[in-house]
């Protein structure tokens, strides 16, 4: 099975040998009954490994062209136990922009371990390599401004300095960037976002080609213990079975309103990766299939963007991102509030910063929404 598309359907699972139903059963067991001392049938304890969950994890990898998966009950939870490979003393450089729980979790939970985090200075990678820097972990676009980073040239610095390049792919998803062909070595979901694609969920997912890394993130997962559920493997399942139709609509919708965006004189910035204007427009387009469904900017000062976002009556304030429904943030407010103010200010996550999630609503409705709150917020 070569195409894509087609794997989304049909990647992963085995067919139910007992009933052949068509869907992956919803092994909701704890534990399993062993024939005699020392003989299972492949399956012990649910946090080791559960069925439905196995099905997950076999799909997530076969998409990413990796070899291992492995599902965890967060985004957080993931990249939890992706940083659990390392200990004190060692370093970890990020990207400028990354998810706001990211650095929260480096900078309030792993510092208190030893393991220090560097955010890469001009986005020199090479430069801010320390001889403890263990990983280079990124995101692209990144988490909020849409900063794109040459997947293939970061790995190759991780390599040629023998650590690991760890990428955060929730943005993009299998369908439009495969990180692990582009030399990473650990591919990293919010999974909660386009894969679930209903806002009805809260996962993560890891894969890797490596099997000495995979076994070591196996022994974590297990030994951490923060595993996804049989019901949400299920829901994630059969979110990722309509990944690819949602990713054409959303992308298609998310073009056309980052190009009326872009034209508006409210408009002060303007963050979309194929906007021609973008400056990161050919790294992107080299690496991925699309711009993706998420678009940042600024509206100019004479625009109170308090109102703006009251005055929305389609695209829902709130937080997270991916889902059918457009969706609008304040990074500096809800999904940033935990980096310092000075520090998102430097990385330019101002104020004034809105960020969409585009759905699959019709894009005519989701600009003229967008259009009247504008109006509206003009002082
Ligand atoms: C890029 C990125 N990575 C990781 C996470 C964390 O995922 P979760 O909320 O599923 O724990 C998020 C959440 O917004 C995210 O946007």
Do not use: W
Request: charged share 20%; hydrophobic share 40%.
């Amino acid at each position: 099975m070569t195409n894509f598309e087609t794997v989304l359907i049909h990647g992963g699972k085995s067919i139910d040998e007992k009933t052949g139903a068509v869907n992956v059963p919803i092994y909701q067991t704890s534990t399993y009954k062993q024939d005699e001392l020392g003989k299972h049938r492949g399956y012990e304890y649910s946090r080791t490994g559960n069925p439905t969950r196995e099905a997950l994890e076999n799909l997530i990898a076969e998409l990413e062209n990796g070899k291992y998966g492995f599902a965890f009950a967060s985004g957080l939870a993931a990249i939890t136990t992706v940083l659990s490979l390392f200990k004190s003393g060692d370093n970890i450089v990020i990207s400028n922009n990354v998810y706001g729980g990211t650095f929260r979790l480096l900078n309030q939970v792993f510092n208190n371990f030893g393991i220090t985090f560097t955010i890469a200075e001009n986005e020199d990678y090479e430069k801010s390599l320390t001889e403890n820097t263990k990983a280079i972990l990124i995101e692209s676009p990144a988490n909020p401004l849409l900063t794109i980073t040459d997947i293939k040239a970061v790995s190759n610095i991780a390599h040629k300095h023998n650590i690991l390049s760890i990428v955060d792919n929730t943005f993009m998803t299998p369908y439009l960037q495969r990180p692990l062909d582009l030399g990473a070595d650990i591919v990293i979901h919010s999974a909660t976002k386009y894969l679930g694609g209903h806002c009805d969920l809260i996962a993560g997912l890891v894969v890797t080609k490596d099997k000495k890394l995979a076994e070591k993130i196996g022994f974590l997962q297990n030994s951490i213990g923060a595993i996804l559920e049989p019901f949400d493997s299920y829901l994630l399942i059969r979110g990722i079975k309509t990944l690819a139709v949602r990713m054409d609509r959303i992308t298609d919708n998310a073009q056309y309103a980052a190009e009326f965006l872009q034209k508006h004189k409210a408009v002060k910035n303007i963050y979309y990766p194929t906007l021609t204007t973008s400056k990161d427009y050919d790294t992107h387009i080299k690496q991925s299939k699309n711009g993706g469904g998420m678009i940042s900017f600024e509206l100019k000062e004479n625009y109170d963007i308090n109102k703006f976002f009251s005055s929305l009556n389609l695209v829902m304030l709130a937080e997270s991102l991916g889902g059918v429904e457009s969706l609008v943030c304040h990074p500096a407010s809800m999904t940033h509030a935990s980096i310092p103010a000075e520090i998102r200010e430097k990385i330019g996550i101002t104020d004034n910063l809105i960020r969409l999630s585009i759905g699959i609503e019709n894009k005519e409705d989701i600009i003229n929404d967008l259009e009247q709150a504008i109006r509206k917020a003009e002082r």
